[in-house]
């Protein structure tokens, strides 16, 4: 049967739905963070802030902002993911009371 | 590293929501693609000018400060998720989201490339041969051109797209614009092509917490198990009855046209993004047996138990209500919406200054944002203490259409009305419509008495 043919195979390894899920939902928040930061702030003039030499356009600025919180996103999410994943599962004895 | 996944192969199925998904998709995709090319005053229509901090949307620019109008149009577009969620189910999933009308762009391809159903089936199984390279070089190079092209529109919203466009032919494009086209393209066609109902599956928080928006009134799509069971095969002319047969014969239609590889026959399952494809499968089957359409039907918990749907209740009205009040205080705002802005600035490197006369000055820089698209003049005036003047500031200052100008001046007032820190005011007037007004409070500092 052919709802049979797709069962068992349809799954993705834990790991892969973690990798991917982590990958996706940090990157939604990025986007959200990133559009409300850089409406406060303009990266150009933020730029000049820490260094008057520095000169970087808006697209360099955006996408260095974007990828920050990305990253940041994403080392939150994945390690809390994993020390979901990870925690000592409770004991048979204490599952029963 | 997809492939550890067995690929759907969804079949095709025509009928009602078969044509009301297409129309959602030509109409969605149709929207995307186009819109950037449309004009406006001889610009682009729709732009979101990142370089220049402007959005463009049709006649109206907005500029940074106009950010909570954007969190506003998010809430409401999240609430009214809630409310069709609640009203008729996963609705968004089945027509509207773009991972689904994507991936049916891309199925199209598939299918316009590989065949039908069970010869892409027989395809992938075949060992590799001419017309099996060919088939698939096809099936790349239509996905791939598709990406490409989703990737330059999608660019097209934030940089002018009939530039971008003489840019790419003169092979001339900046390093970002060409990431991030090449990053939306990619994402279009690893998602739409390959990953598809696996992001619905695993990757999708909606499909996740939709459920808390369902009760026993919202529209699912149902398999009337009372109706159908048992199931089995028959020849058209028996009548079931006799047989001890329900109404499904067991043709699994149902199962090989659904996106997402399930059995609808098992109950609401949250893999089920209501496509409604089984629908059309099943009443193809229906009328052909001569059976009364809707064994799998648009229905509700309440009506599947025999017990009356309520579409009015409480949820809905206080879903729609929201609604309403926030889409008001949208249009209220954006239409009273004052097309000026002032900033005003103290400058941090004196305190005051003490002149001859007794008298006090400080000094201040205003940054006046003309968010009109024609140059206008304003008054400056500054209130608060009795007597206070402006000093350097010409009787009109003029600001370009949508641009910045910064003003600095000096305001001065008598040593006995400023002692300590006073409030005072600084407001502008357009001097060709009153209405546009803005102030600004800031702070006077004078001497200790």
């Given at each position: 049967m052919?709802?049979e043919?797709?069962?068992g195979?349809?799954?993705?390894s834990r ?7 982590v990958a996706?939902?940090s ?7 990133t ?6 702030f303009?990266?150009?003039?933020l ?9 970087i ?5 955006y ?10 996103c994403a ?8 020390l979901?994943?990870t ?5 048979a004895?204490h599952?029963?009371q | ?5 067995k ?13 009301l998904?297409?129309?959602?998709t ?11 090319w449309?004009l406006?005053?001889e ?7 990142l ?11 907005l ?22 969620t ?15 009308v994507?991936?049916?762009?891309f ?7 590989e ?10 199984k075949?060992?590799?041969?001419l017309?099996?390279l ?21 660019v097209g ?5 009939r530039?971008?466009?003489l ?18 393209g ?19 928080p909606y499909?996740?917490?939709q459920?808390?928006?369902?009760d ?9 198990e ?5 199931r089995?095969?028959?020849?058209r ?8 047969l ?10 090989q ?14 893999e089920?993004i209501a496509?409604?494809?089984?629908i059309?499968?099943?009443?193809s089957i229906m009328?052909?047996m ?12 309440h ?9 009015l209740?409480?949820r809905?009205f ?5 609604l309403?009040v ?5 249009v ?5 919406r004052?097309?000026?802005i002032?900033d ?6 004196a ?7 007794n008298?006090?000055?400080n000094?201040?820089t205003l940054?006046?944002?003309?968010q ?5 003049a304003?008054?400056v ?8 003047t402006l000093?350097?500031?010409p ?8 641009g910045?100008?910064s003003?600095?001046l000096?305001v001065r007032?008598?040593r006995?009305?400023?002692?300590g820190?006073?409030k005072?005011?600084?407001d ?14 800031s ?5 200790t008495?």
């Open positions: 052919i709802s043919e797709y069962r195979a349809k799954q993705w790991n892969k739905q973690a990798v991917f899920t996706w939902i990157f939604l928040s990025a986007a959200i963070g559009m409300v930061f850089f409406a406060i303009d990266p150009v003039e730029s000049g802030l820490f260094d008057e030499e520095l000169e356009s808006h697209d360099a600025g996408a260095a902002g974007f990828f920050f919180f990305w990253v940041l080392i939150c999410s994945g390690v809390t993911a994993f979901v994943r925690a000592p599962k409770r004991d004895k599952r029963q | 590293m997809y492939e550890s996944a690929k759907i192969y969804p079949r095709e199925i025509g009928g009602r929501f078969d044509r998904s297409k129309l959602a030509v109409t969605l995709l149709g929207l995307f693609y186009v819109v950037p449309l406006w005053d610009r682009q229509a729709v732009l979101f000018d370089p220049a901090r402007k959005f463009y949307l049709l006649g109206l620019t500029w940074p400060q106009d950010f909570p109008y954007l969190a506003l149009l998010l809430i409401i577009a999240a609430l009214s998720l809630f409310f069709f609640a009203l008729a189910g996963r609705l968004w999933c089945g027509f509207a989201c773009p991972q689904t994507w991936t049916e762009a199925i199209w391809m598939e299918q316009l490339t065949g039908t159903r069970s010869q892409r089936m027989k395809l992938d075949a060992p590799w041969s017309t099996k060919r088939k698939k070089v096809s099936k790349q190079f239509l996905w791939i051109s598709f990406s490409m092209w989703t990737g330059f529109t999608f919203y934030f940089t002018p797209i530039e971008l466009g840019d790419i032919v003169a092979l001339n494009v900046g390093g970002w614009t060409l990431f991030w086209g090449m990053f939306y990619f994402a279009t066609y690893g998602n739409a092509g390959y990953m598809r109902e696996q992001v619905c599956k695993y990757m999708c499909a996740r917490f459920s808390a928006m369902f026993k009134d919202t529209l699912i799509i149902s398999y009337d009372k109706r159908g069971e048992p089995g095969g028959r020849k002319s028996v009548d079931p009855r006799d047989a001890g329900g109404d499904c014969i067991d043709c699994q239609l149902c199962v046209v659904c996106p997402t590889g399930i059995d609808i026959r098992e109950g609401l399952q949250y089920c496509c409604a494809a089984c059309d499968a099943c009443d009328d052909k001569n059976y009364p359409r809707g064994l799998v039907r648009y229905t509700t918990e009506s599947l138990q025999n017990e009356t749907t309520h579409v209740r409480p809905m206080v879903y729609a209500a929201l309403l926030l889409c008001a205080a949208l209220t705002s954006m239409a009273t004052t097309p000026v002032l005003v600035i103290r400058d941090r490197n305190l005051y200054r003490e002149l001859p006369d008298v006090i000055e000094i201040y940054k006046i944002i003309n009109s698209d024609d140059a206008r304003f008054v005036r500054v209130s608060g203490i009795d007597g206070i000093d350097g500031v009787d009109q200052v003029r600001v370009d259409g949508g910045v100008l003003v600095p000096r007032a008598q006995e009305n400023a002692y820190v006073r005072i005011v600084f502008i007037e357009a001097v060709d419509d009153a209405s546009v007004v803005m102030a600004e409070d702070r006077f500092i004078g001497p008495p």
